[in-house]
């Protein structure tokens, strides 16, 4: 059973442009999290996503910031007209129905420049 | 809202030896989970240890265990036998038990930990 998978690893993006990061979840996981990491910091919750459904978005930016967790295909976050201060490693973590842990990908890196 | 405070910012400690990390939450919840991560260079956040605030006996795994005072809203996590492969940094998270399948975690700003050999 393959892990959470994040992708990509790496993005750098220049002020202005769109930034999509991409989550596929475990195996058999409905639940998707993403947290935001800046330098030097611990995660900070954005998003709670179950299949089709937000259910908890507190955390996420007002403005520029959506995700997704479609039917069918990855968990998307996506970040529009991109500036500075959005670089930071972005992580995903998923769960099944009911249990304690969630398990965490290994993030996306993203540099804007 | 739920917070968790790490109040060392770095530790240190030498191979084979013992080391405490500490970490404080603040919560007026009764029912909980809490959690140690380590995240190692490769950035991976890798679950070391689970406290669920019910139980009163302290969770322990392997070389790794807790010192869960509810009252006192403290959680901290001993190392020891200290090994290179420890050194990383770790977090401390709180997660409410609230939502139903929810996996909403808050975390502390973590404590990079330095093994010298």
């Known amino acids: 059973n393959a892990g959470v998978m994040q992708n990509p690893r790496h993005l750098v993006r220049r002020r202005g442009q769109e930034a999509r990061l991409r989550c596929s979840p475990m195996k058999g996981h409905s639940h998707v999290y993403w947290y935001r990491q800046l330098p030097e910091e611990g995660l900070k919750f954005m998003v709670y996503?179950?299949?089709?459904?937000?259910?908890?978005e507190s955390g996420m930016p007002k403005e520029r910031f959506s995700a997704e967790f479609p039917k069918e295909g990855p968990s998307i976050l996506r970040i529009q007209q991109v500036v500075r201060g959005d670089s930071a490693a972005y992580f995903c973590a998923s769960s099944p129905w009911g249990k304690t842990e969630a398990f965490f990908g290994q993030g996306t890196r993203l540099t804007v420049v | 809202a739920q917070t968790v405070t790490q109040s060392q910012p770095e530790m240190s400690v030498q191979e084979a030896e013992t080391v405490t990390l500490s970490c404080t939450y603040d919560?007026?919840?009764?029912?909980?989970?809490l959690f140690w991560y380590k995240q190692p260079p490769s950035r991976q956040m890798i679950l070391v240890i689970r406290?669920?605030?019910?139980?009163?006996q302290n969770a322990t795994e392997n070389r790794f265990s807790v010192n869960f005072q509810k009252a006192a809203k403290s959680f901290s996590l001993k190392i020891s036998d200290s090994q290179l492969g420890d050194a990383a940094m770790y977090f401390c998270a709180y997660r409410s038990d609230g939502i139903q399948g929810a996996q909403k975690l808050v975390f502390g700003q973590g404590t990079r930990l330095t093994i010298n050999p």
């Open positions: 919560t007026s919840e009764s029912d909980y989970y």
């Open positions: 406290q669920e605030a019910y139980k009163q």
């Open positions: 996503l179950q299949k089709e459904n937000i259910i908890d």
